[in-house]
């Protein structure tokens, strides 16, 4: 009898847990999402420790995401209590990490409302994205080429030494703003930059 008892507590404990799992798993993809929307703009707000902190957050989210991922496979009625146990504190950790990752996400939402990072600027971002590949981008540099009618794209390897824990150089994207086609081409050409990465504004 005690045995029968046993095993029906098992299976409501890892029933209990592929439930946990699966909602855990979805709030994995939406934090994924928001963060890749969010992280090419991050350091136009955010200091270069913060930055850093993000990037390093999100490569402990990424571990612990895949470690559940992996995990979830295994869990069945027939699981040990062991492979719950260690499900759950691969739950506990995700978690964690979901929620250091929402802070700093709440955080950058708040400085680009103070900062008024408006419409135009978040229109431009877009339209950059499906030219070039980077990582992060000079805000400076941003703000300059909303008035601008031609611009001039060019990424800079960065890899900075005081932070050696960083999980990959980071790609940032210059523009450099120019009134005039010519001098557009010429600064292209002397750079070595080919010419789709010249853009006349609309």
Request: overall charge negative; aromatic content about 8%; charged content about 30%.
């Amino acid at each position: 009898m005690m045995k029968v008892e046993d095993e029906l507590e098992k299976k409501e404990v890892i029933k209990s847990l592929r439930i946990a799992l699966d909602e855990t798993l979805k709030q994995c993809d939406s934090c994924e999402d928001r963060v890749h929307q969010s992280i090419k703009i991050a350091n136009c707000v955010l200091s270069k420790e913060e930055y850093y902190e993000l990037l390093n957050e999100y490569q402990r989210f990424e571990n612990n995401f895949g470690i559940l991922e992996s995990l979830s496979v295994q869990i069945t009625e027939l699981s040990s209590i062991l492979q719950a146990m260690s499900v759950a504190a691969a739950l506990k950790e995700v978690r964690n990490s979901i929620d250091q990752l929402l802070d700093i996400m709440e955080k950058i939402n708040f400085r680009l409302d103070v900062q008024k990072f408006d419409l135009l600027m978040a229109q431009l971002m877009e339209e950059l994205m499906g030219v070039i590949d980077f990582d992060a981008i000079e805000y400076e540099t941003l703000e300059a080429a909303l008035g601008a009618p031609f611009i001039v794209l060019e990424t800079l390897d960065v890899l900075d030494r005081e932070y050696q824990d960083i999980y990959y150089p980071l790609n940032v994207l210059k523009i450099q703003s120019f009134n005039s086609k010519t001098a557009a081409y010429q600064y292209a050409l002397s750079r070595g930059i080919r010419k789709e990465f010249v853009i006349k504004k609309a």
